[in-house]
């Protein structure tokens, strides 16, 4: 099992940048792709963004495509997502997830993939 923890999350100005960081602890992540998700109070849990096992490959969902960066570092066993140009509409708690499928080279459709050890959530509030 993985154990993902998220941080990095704050208060922001819109226009503004974030990083945010999410840390396996125990089991290597290395094997498996990162997935990044936010939920906004009343709205439903939506996909941000993705990355492969190996970093070859990254997944953004329209919304924050050419704003925001995917990417890891399976040394020290983390998952980055680089927010820039941030809007009020980004604000919602921001969630990393793991694809319980050993070294997919490809995603087909991050949005409706099955995520497993979610962590705790991470809060970005944008401000206008």
């Known amino acids: 099992q993985v154990q993902l923890v998220e941080s990095g999350g704050g208060s922001v100005q819109a226009g503004g940048s974030l990083r945010l960081s999410c840390t396996a602890s125990?089991?290597?992540?290395?094997?498996?792709?990162v997935g990044w998700f936010r939920q906004a109070p009343g709205k439903k849990r939506e996909f941000v963004a993705a990355?492969?096992?190996?970093?070859?490959?990254?997944y953004y969902a329209d919304s924050v495509k050419g704003r925001f960066t995917v990417a890891r570092d399976n040394f020290w066993k983390t998952a980055y997502l680089d927010m820039n140009s941030l809007r009020p509409e980004d604000t919602a708690n921001y969630y990393c997830?793991?694809?319980?499928?050993?070294?997919?080279?490809?995603?087909?459709?991050?949005?409706?993939?099955?995520?497993?050890?979610w962590g705790q959530g991470t809060q970005v509030t944008v401000s206008s």
């Open positions: 990355i492969t096992w190996s970093g070859g490959s990254t």
């Open positions: 125990g089991r290597t992540f290395s094997n498996y792709a």
């Open positions: 997830a793991r694809d319980p499928t050993y070294r997919r080279h490809s995603l087909a459709n991050p949005a409706q993939d099955q995520w497993d050890d």
